[in-house]
């Protein structure tokens, strides 16, 4: 089954949407199999947004990703990576569609909630990143016959 990483970023910390937006996945079908809340460490951080670096809002989308602390939730289900993307709308909030996560919460550029990995190669590297395999819980569910199949 697919997995994918979220982070909700620290506005969404800030703003207690954690609940909100973790219910979301949750409702949707998703099964949470990793799940911790911290201050990012920069060199991870660097890594993780290196594909940015040298682009006119890195330094400040390191500030923000540093302000405060974030949560990092590892999601599977089917086509996770794919699904969670949708459900989270386009990148600057004041375009994402009502009924995202983005379009819902938010309408800035920078300050837009939540990271997902946006393919399944990038999910691995991410999930790999921040998460060591101890960290990720293997469980059955009992709604997995609805939830997990094709
Ligand atoms: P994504 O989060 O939708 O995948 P990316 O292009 O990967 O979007 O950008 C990473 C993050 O950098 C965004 O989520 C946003 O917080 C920030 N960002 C991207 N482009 C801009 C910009 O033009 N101005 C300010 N912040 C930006
Ligand atoms: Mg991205």
Not at 14 to 33: M, N, S
Not at 136 to 141: H, K, N, R, W
Request: net charge neutral; glycine share 8%.
């Amino acid at each position: 089954m697919e997995r994918t990483l979220v982070i909700l970023k620290p506005d969404a910390v800030q703003r207690r949407l954690c609940g909100a937006l973790l219910e979301r996945f949750e409702h949707k079908g998703f099964k949470i199999v990793g799940l911790k809340m911290s201050v990012v460490e920069r060199a991870l951080l660097e890594k993780h947004y290196a594909a940015h670096a040298g682009k006119p809002f890195y330094k400040g989308l390191l500030r923000f990703m540093l302000s405060g602390p974030v949560v990092f939730a590892v999601l599977e289900g089917h086509r996770a990576v794919e699904v969670v993307r949708g459900m989270m709308g386009k990148t600057f909030a004041f375009e994402a569609a009502p009924g995202t996560i983005r379009g819902d919460y938010g309408i800035s550029n920078q300050f837009n909630l939540i990271h997902g990995s946006d393919s399944t190669a990038a999910a691995e590297k991410e999930i790999a990143l921040f998460f060591s395999p101890a960290e990720l819980v293997e469980y059955s569910m009992d709604d997995d016959r609805w939830m997990a199949s094709d």
